[in-house]
């Protein structure tokens, strides 16, 4: 398996993307270069070792915010269109280095090549959208009720923001945040996943060179490596108004009440059960593409992932039939091969999750419709390849109302109405994304309708996970509510003011209050 990823021309994307030799150490990029231990990087392909990085100390953490809100002071004052134009060549660069960057987020993260260049792909969309929006920080105007007297709104950057992304969107997610938080005005720190690091550093060599470039301080955008203690530097330190999160719930509910005890502002993106309804006038052919792919997609490991298909009893058993028959197709292995479908898992902790969650719904009375399974032999070295498994199951069986993050399918049965499929959908604690499979129009109106899904994200007749970015992203509930990505979330970004001008030369008091001196 060595020779696999050499084969796949792993050492010449490290250099083509500034990463230094394995037994070098990594510098975490322009700002965090302190610090005695290394944080080392595997791969769940082939268990090799990638590189390593620095771990952010408390002293480097302080050199970084110095250097962060120093850069603040320069960068707030750009031009916002202008700082769209530092963004469009952020991702002029990301198009030059797509094939290099989508390569690394598979090697290290273990997703598909496609997957990966999907992801880096997902990260100059976002670059466009941001260079449009740095022309449209619009703010309201408003009436005022005084004569001579003019009132408006305006938008102006935070600060220093902080992200903290998780491993199985190691780029796009830091991209999303970073490149609307730019062209607002704010400088970024960030905390990638201790298990993608390197994708980190990858990244950070890009906007580097930008910067660089164009005479910019390095500190507007900042790299700090480790796990969650790293990240509690920020969630604690009152410098930083805003907090973007992305990871476990278990995890969000940490950093919001660290947050929300400074009252920072969080922006969380957490844990997703999502689920496909399929009713009995949907188009079992899509239904099947859509299934599957959220359900095996980046191995069952985005937070869109489809977990549950709640399936009406009618075609129940030949909606079990077509998706168990696709599951036959599916290869697993090297996800740099473009002939497999489904890559590792990322870590052996992953693979005893999903043995336990198989473990867990026979004992609640699931039953194993598509097997799973650790494989083993030279191709599956790491120890982190599974089979994608399905089991029929019961809606509240505690492992299916639990967000496992691996490839396991649930089908569940309802009969009735498409409000009682509804009900299942809704009774989890999670509220990111969800699906319903439906020709028929009542159904997939009721569906987005005030009684329909509870979910930040709601399709019709596509799956639960490729969101683009054109929306915002984000979930209800135990997700956390924040809003990331497109429409109008940049407002999170920046801090409203309310402007009022008096013209005359009169000071008359608002709701017509009189205080005569
Ligand atoms: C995530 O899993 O945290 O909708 C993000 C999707 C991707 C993003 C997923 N655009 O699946």
């Not at 164009?214 to 330190?237: H, R």
Request: net charge negative; glycine share 10%; proline share 3%.
């Amino acid at each position: 398996m060595k020779a696999l990823a050499a084969n796949f021309g792993i050492d010449k994307t490290l250099k083509i993307l500034g990463l230094k030799d394995v037994n070098e150490g990594t510098s975490t990029g322009l700002t965090s270069f302190f610090g005695n231990e290394l944080l080392e990087s595997y791969s769940p392909v082939d268990g090799q070792l990638i590189g390593k990085v620095t771990i952010t100390n408390e002293e480097a953490y302080e050199k970084v915010m110095d250097a962060a809100t120093q850069a603040f002071k320069t960068w707030r004052t750009v031009p916002a269109p202008q700082r769209g134009d530092i963004v469009r060549q952020f991702g002029d660069k990301l198009r030059q280095k797509k094939e290099a960057l989508g390569k690394l987020v598979s090697y290290e993260m273990g997703k598909s090549y496609q997957e990966g260049l999907g992801e880096v792909q997902e990260m100059i969309d976002i670059c466009d959208f941001a260079v449009g929006l740095s022309r449209q920080l619009h703010g309201l105007t408003m009436h005022s009720e005084r004569p001579g007297h003019r009132m408006y709104e305006q938008y102006h950057p935070l600060g220093v923001v902080g992200i903290i992304s998780a491993f199985n969107f190691p780029v796009a997610v830091w991209a999303w945040n970073t490149s609307l938080a730019w062209i607002c005005g704010d400088v970024c720190v960030w905390k990638p996943s201790e298990k993608t690091p390197l994708c980190g550093v990858a990244c950070q060599n890009i906007i580097a060179e930008v910067l660089s470039e164009n005479n910019l301080p390095e500190g507007i955008s900042n790299l700090i490596n480790g796990d969650y203690t790293v990240g509690e530097f920020m969630t604690k330190d009152p410098r930083i108004p805003l907090i973007s999160a992305t990871g476990s719930t278990r995890m969000g509910k940490i950093v919001a009440q660290e947050v929300a005890a400074r009252l920072g502002k969080s922006l969380l993106e957490l844990g997703g059960n999502n689920a496909i309804i399929v009713t009995p006038d949907a188009d079992i052919k899509m239904t099947v593409i859509g299934a599957v792919f959220g359900a095996v997609g980046t191995a069952g490991q985005r937070c869109t992932s489809t977990r549950r298909l709640i399936i009406h009893e009618d075609i129940y058993d030949k909606v079990k039939k077509a998706i168990v028959d696709a599951y036959k197709q599916l290869q697993i292995g090297n996800p740099l091969d473009e002939n497999n479908h489904v890559g590792p898992l990322i870590d052996k902790d992953a693979v005893k999750m999903y043995q336990n969650a198989l473990k867990q719904v026979v004992e609640e009375g699931g039953n194993i419709l598509v097997e799973g399974g650790v494989l083993s032999g030279e191709d599956f070295e790491s120890g982190c390849y599974v089979k994608p498994a399905i089991a029929e199951a019961k809606p509240d069986f505690k492992i299916v109302q639990h967000e496992t993050f691996a490839p396991i399918l649930y089908l569940l049965k309802y009969s009735g109405g498409v409000e009682n499929a509804i009900d299942i959908q809704n009774s989890v604690v999670q509220g990111l994304s969800s699906a319903i499979m439906t020709n028929n129009l009542r159904e997939a109106e009721l569906f987005l309708s005030v009684q329909g899904s509870d979910c930040g994200i709601a399709n019709v007749n596509i799956g639960t996970s490729g969101a683009e970015i054109g929306g915002a992203f984000g979930g209800e509930k135990e997700t956390g509510g924040g809003r990331e990505s497109g429409s109008d979330a940049w407002k999170v970004y920046m801090r409203r003011q309310t402007n009022t001008i008096n013209y005359t030369t009169e000071l008359p008091l608002a709701q017509g209050i009189k205080f005569d001196l």
